[in-house]
């Protein structure tokens, strides 16, 4: 795998998780070869991995497109976070020192800032780190590492979600009842708190799903399930 591949591959794939190239964008190999000054065979080398990762589609004598969400693996991805995020929680009021609390308020603080300044893509990352720190809290960073490998269709649906009113501001929230409770080492409401907050993805997706239909795979066999 070539640097220049590395390149292409990073860029379109950031591009494609932040919904910056929404589903069914078309990706032009010729205009990548051209923006970047390279070969076709970089080009093709970077799109080959985003399509082994479920990102792009490449379809014989069509071409490649942003892969569209689907219902089912979103639904799957989101029940498996909660369940990794239950692990770390416990962990971390159990474990987590003052210090590690102090941190994880200063994150939550720097959130509200990212709101008001307006800086979406920066409280994302404040949002991660979030999820991160409670993991290392809980000696348990290798957890959070697998949610990351499972989280890819959720984020780009947390990113088409994102920009909603009040949808940052209420994450702030939720979060600050996850850190308290980890606080005052109650861990079934940290516990709680974590999945009332992660599920507060779930149960809006019918919502998305109809507002951007065509951003979505609709897998009918399951889509009741997974919206219920």
């Known amino acids: 795998m070539t640097k220049n591949s590395d390149v292409v591959f990073r860029d379109l794939r950031r591009a494609i ?6 589903p ?3 990706i032009s190999e010729h ?3 051209e923006h970047y000054g390279i070969s076709r065979t970089p080009v093709r080398e970077a799109i080959l991995r985003l399509a082994e990762e479920g990102l ?3 379809v014989p004598k069509s071409g490649t497109y942003v892969s569209r969400i689907p219902l089912s693996l979103l639904r ?3 029940v498996a976070r909660r369940a990794l995020e239950a692990v770390t929680v416990r962990a971390a009021t159990e474990r987590a020192s003052e210090s590690d609390i102090m941190r994880l308020r200063s994150i939550v603080l720097r959130q509200q800032e990212e709101i008001d300044a307006g800086q979406a893509d920066l409280f994302d990352l404040a949002d991660n780190d979030f999820h991160a720190g409670i993991a290392a809290a809980g000696n348990y ?4 590492d697998m949610v990351q490998q499972i989280r890819l269709q959720v984020e780009r649906y947390r990113r088409l979600i994102l920009p909603q009113q009040g949808r940052m501001s209420n994450a702030v929230g939720e979060h600050s009842a996850v850190l308290d409770a980890i606080a005052r080492r109650d861990t079934e409401n940290a516990v709680k708190r974590m999945n ?5 993805l779930q ?3 019918a919502v998305f799903r109809d507002l951007w239909p065509d951003y979505f795979i609709h897998d009918t066999a399951l889509e009741d399930e997974a919206l219920n």
Do not use: Q
């Open 196 to 200: 009332e907050h992660l599920n507060k």
């Open 31 to 33: 205009a990548l070869t």
């Open 56 to 58: 792009v589609d490449v």
């Open 203 to 205: 149960l809006d997706i």
């Open 141 to 144: 960073p290798g957890i959070w």
């Open 17 to 22: 998780i932040t919904m910056e190239l929404v």
């Open 76 to 78: 799957e991805s989101l």
């Open 24 to 26: 069914g964008t078309p």
